[in-house]
């Protein structure tokens, strides 16, 4: 495995290199064709999620399990989390009876900053807040650099909701890392012009954004946030910025057109592309389960 890696944690990807993200997207690859010889026998992963998910957690329950791994049937909603303890106490608690990898989503931006290096296990950030989703950002970058091999020159579209994405800023970080152009596209209150401090180009014309692009990555519209007068009403969303086989001609002819899930269709993306011939959507999700076990490996290496 490569040597471009030394670290326990992944919370992010802003402040890794080009050769630790590198890292783990050629450990990716390698399991594809040569899947590993139980690295992770004897370890005990535990999921700490106050957020809900299907795809981040069965893929990473996948995930550990191939690895040899034991999978802890722990629940945040009935721990004692729910009546107050804290998330360093849980995890102390829970390392003491032989967790070695937990696997983190919070709805709190930042929050395993200062609680990954006050435990010996490996912390693994599933998503905080609108800050990261490092391991989703991964998977999109292996399902990309199978069909490109090099990241150097291509443009990349990142269409919907980048306000609340910690999807969006994830793959931005990588992405500009590995020489690869960043356009953000949405309206005005979903995409205020300040991201352009983090690197994006910013765009609001989405026939304009989407013309040349090598991908697109569409993003959920979060409806439980639209109540805050982000956007006039969802059809008015879909007819200005829904990702329709018309527009979808405007991208490069071979460009793959790609979606975290899950999907709203008829909304941000029509199902004639989401389930066209550009879809890399199913191989993003079986992708995710290779980019998570590249991770849970290169982290334990460092651990011991």
């Excluded at 550990?64 to 804290?86: D, H, I, Y």
């Excluded at 010996?120 to 599933?126: G, H, L, P, Q, S």
Aim: charged share 25%; proline share 5%; net charge neutral.
């Amino acid at each position: 495995m490569t040597k471009d890696w030394g670290l326990k944690d992944l919370l992010g990807l802003e402040r890794l290199s080009a050769a630790n993200i590198e890292a783990i997207l050629d450990a990716a690859a390698s399991f594809k064709n040569s899947p590993p010889k139980s690295p992770l026998a004897g370890r005990v992963v535990a999921f700490l999620f106050s957020e809900p998910s299907t795809r981040t957690r069965s893929s990473f329950e996948a995930a550990a399990r191939r690895l040899g791994a034991e999978v802890l049937g722990f629940s945040a909603a009935g721990s004692s989390l729910a009546k107050g303890e804290t998330l360093l106490d849980t995890m102390l608690n829970l390392e003491a009876i032989g967790v070695t990898h937990f696997i983190v989503r919070h709805e709190r931006s930042g929050v395993l900053e200062d609680l990954a290096p006050r435990v010996k296990a490996c912390v693994i950030n599933a998503g905080d807040g609108a800050h990261e989703h490092p391991t989703q950002a991964l998977l999109d970058l292996l399902t990309l650099r199978e069909r490109w091999g090099s990241f150097k020159g291509r443009k990349v579209l990142i269409l919907g909701d980048i306000r609340h994405s910690r999807v969006a800023r994830s793959n931005l970080f990588a992405l500009k890392k590995l020489g690869a152009k960043v356009v953000f596209c949405g309206p005005t209150p979903l995409v205020p012009d300040d991201f352009a401090a983090l690197g994006a180009a910013i765009e609001h014309d989405v026939d304009k954004a989407l013309k040349g692009a090598d991908a697109v990555n569409v993003l959920r519209l979060q409806l439980e946030r639209m109540e805050q007068g982000f956007v006039p009403s969802l059809a008015d969303y879909a007819l200005a910025y829904q990702l329709t086989p018309a527009r979808a001609a405007l991208m490069k002819p071979d460009a793959p057109v790609l979606h975290p899930g899950p999907m709203n269709r008829g909304v941000e993306i029509s199902s004639e592309v989401a389930d066209g011939p550009r879809s890399a959507i199913l191989d993003q999700v079986a992708n995710g389960v290779l980019a998570r076990m590249a991770v849970l490996a290169l982290c334990e290496r460092a651990r011991v």
